[in-house]
């Protein structure tokens, strides 16, 4: 049986007459959504627009049907208004956007994402390397193979509420709409008995190990994504990914600055002063460095090919920076040697103190002026 026309589906839907088929479908999606009985409970009004929307949306959802309207317009004896071939269509559509929304489809669950903090030496981080994680997820439980049932799938029943189906139907018509068993989450059977082992769950955790490759020149708060290694999908949901965070372990010398690799190299006044040949730890060796008389913290040394990794299995270089210290806990003994040297010592030693104390007593004077 044929419903009655509305008088123009352009008009219903609120839109042009050279509207495109995005429009026509966002327009539906709209004022269907407004309107539906669901969200309108005991207003005949709201339920008689959705109708009159969704008769609206059969004629200009099709080509053919639009083509028809548009030359012939309501009065063409051969333009289907909305019998049930039309009503089922519409209903499909309808439960194909909103079903989401609405309870329609049956909710596939996508398996957790973890995450997991990977700590490394410097070194590590710099050279990369390989590291074995051991880490906990959610898996199919072994005694019920998933099914959430003592004895597996042999222990599963039909469930009674929705007969097998999965789904209820609620209304007819225009309005018959398909939800989930909510007893059965729409698998059309039930658990007989809950597995003990994850008590119908269906999941256990489990240990599991995975060997991660850290690219050379990592640094801190590097994040590397490996796909399929989270928790597994629920009713054929998509699995989890495995998200590996890089915490790199302060290094008391070395230190990074984008892609130049410094290092921080403690003299004693003394070194500094009278120069000498020290053994400078690099990543993975040691190098004699020449230290020349009267070098100045801030001094910074170059030792080629040893630093990051770049492409192509070449390194960059290794900047090392002097940085004079000052002896403390100083003995009497000490102290007095000390003493006696700073007393032979004058400005002339010092160029650049010489030249700090010119610039106070300029500012003095300047001052004085």
Not at 283 to 288: A, H, K, Q
Request: glycine share 12%; hydrophobic share 35%.
């Amino acid at each position: 049986m044929r419903g009655s026309p509305p008088r123009d589906p352009y008009a219903t839907l609120g839109i042009g007459r050279d509207a495109e088929a995005a429009e026509i479908k966002a327009a539906y999606r709209r004022l269907a959504l407004e309107h539906h009985p669901d969200r309108n409970p005991g207003n005949p009004a709201a339920e008689e627009k959705f109708k009159e929307l969704s008769q609206a949306y059969a004629i200009l959802g099709d080509e053919d049907k639009r083509a028809h309207y548009d030359r012939f317009g309501a009065a063409g004896s051969d333009l289907p208004f909305g019998g049930d071939a039309d009503l089922g269509k519409v209903t499909e559509f309808f439960e194909g956007v909103f079903g989401d929304l609405f309870g329609s489809r049956r909710k596939r669950s996508a398996g957790q994402d973890l995450r997991y903090t990977l700590e490394l030496d410097f070194e590590e981080a710099a050279l990369g390397c390989e590291r074995e994680i051991r880490f906990r997820r959610k898996e199919d439980c072994k005694a019920c193979r998933g099914t959430g049932a003592e004895g597996g799938p042999t222990g599963m029943r039909r469930c009674g509420t929705c007969e097998g189906m999965g789904q209820l139907t609620q209304g007819s018509g225009l309005f018959a709409m398909r939800r989930p068993c909510p007893d059965c989450e729409g698998e059309g059977q039930r658990p007989e008995k809950a597995c003990p082992g994850c008590q119908g769950q269906g999941l256990a955790e489990v240990d599991r190990t995975f060997t991660v490759r850290i690219p050379p020149g990592s640094q801190q708060g590097a994040t590397q994504r490996v796909a399929g290694e989270g928790a597994p999908g629920r009713k054929g949901g998509p699995v989890g990914d495995l998200t590996v965070l890089v915490r790199v372990r302060p290094h008391p010398f070395y230190r990074q600055e984008d892609e130049l690799l410094l290092l921080d190299l403690p003299l004693s006044p003394m070194t500094a002063a009278l120069g000498s040949e020290v053994d400078v730890p690099l990543m993975d060796s040691v190098v004699r460095m020449k230290i020349p008389p009267g070098t100045q913290t801030g001094a910074m040394f170059r030792v080629r090919g040893r630093g990051l990794p770049r492409a192509h299995g070449l390194r960059g270089d290794v900047h090392v920076v002097v940085n004079i210290e000052v002896p403390v806990n100083l003995s009497d003994e000490a102290r007095t040697h000390l003493e006696a040297l700073a007393s032979q010592l004058t400005n002339e030693h010092f160029p650049r103190r010489k030249a700090f104390h010119a610039a106070t007593q300029k500012a003095r004077e300047k001052a004085a002026t």
